[in-house]
């Protein structure tokens, strides 16, 4: 069947806005995507390691998602030296663990403006240009998380699934405009968010093996990009089950 979004084969000059590479899954696809010859703007809230070359194939653009002031002014500064955008890839996300007697609306607050509200705000910004010149990618960075209510996800697990149903809004919108759209929703990933954790993760992956995924699901034009999937077929099978034997399971797993 044809690929529901186009296929990105070959990165060589592609040019691509990667939102929170300072570290995890973001640092990690900056480096293999650079290896593929692909021109990256890298934008964070921390500061990126040093290792931007000095040319325009390279682009170190420091931002707030939360303020969309600093976004849009990022973003005239990329435009400025960019004509146009082929994938804008939003990494950028917080998580504290957190269950419904811990309720801390600061966190909660945070999250919702770094995983979600950023997300819109950047949309505001280049969806307009995108739509216009009929092509390029929007790849949201999403997580199983959003699949189902899990405990120790009050905070982050919300903002997930609603990443989740923005992603096939955008799909359903802006395909027909020549506009793709990737949904990545990754299971348990080493990173120094999921450094906080006191549970095993069952299938922990490193952020190398994640991005060579993500690449790879971009590289055949998948809408839903999720791994590993012994894993995450496991809690999609886990979000269909009626309530009660859902509910079940999951207090049997978590405490």
């Not at 929170?20 to 990126?48: C, H, M, V, Y």
């Amino acid at each position: 069947m044809k690929p529901l979004n186009t296929t990105i084969e070959h990165w060589e000059g592609k040019r691509v806005w990667i939102i929170g590479a300072s570290s995890g899954i973001g640092k990690a696809l900056a480096n293999t995507l650079r290896s593929e010859g692909a021109f990256l703007a890298l934008s964070a809230r921390r500061d990126i390691a040093s290792n931007q070359k000095p040319d325009m194939n390279e682009l170190n653009l420091p931002l707030d998602v939360r303020d969309e002031t600093s976004l849009r002014s990022t973003y005239h500064q990329l435009r400025e030296k960019w004509d146009h955008l082929d994938l804008v890839i939003y990494c950028a996300g917080i998580y504290t663990p957190m269950r419904a007697w811990e309720i801390d609306l600061d966190i909660i607050n945070d999250s919702i403006a770094t995983n979600l509200q950023g997300v819109y705000n950047m949309l505001s910004m280049i969806v307009p240009d995108m739509v216009r010149q009929r092509k390029g990618g929007i790849c949201l960075v999403s997580s199983v998380a959003g699949y189902t209510g899990l405990p120790k996800a009050f905070s982050y697990g919300p903002g997930k699934a609603a990443l989740i149903n923005l992603a096939q809004i955008l799909y359903s919108d802006l395909s027909p405009k020549g506009v793709s759209v990737y949904l990545v929703n990754p299971g348990f990933v080493a990173t120094r968010l999921t450094q906080q954790n006191d549970f095993k993760m069952p299938a922990l992956m490193t952020s190398d093996d994640a991005a060579k995924e993500i690449v790879k699901g971009l590289s055949e034009g998948r809408f839903e990009i999720h791994f590993p999937r012994r894993f995450t077929y496991c809690l999609k099978w886990l979000s269909r089950l009626p309530d009660r034997l859902r509910f079940y399971l999951i207090k049997r797993v978590v405490q």
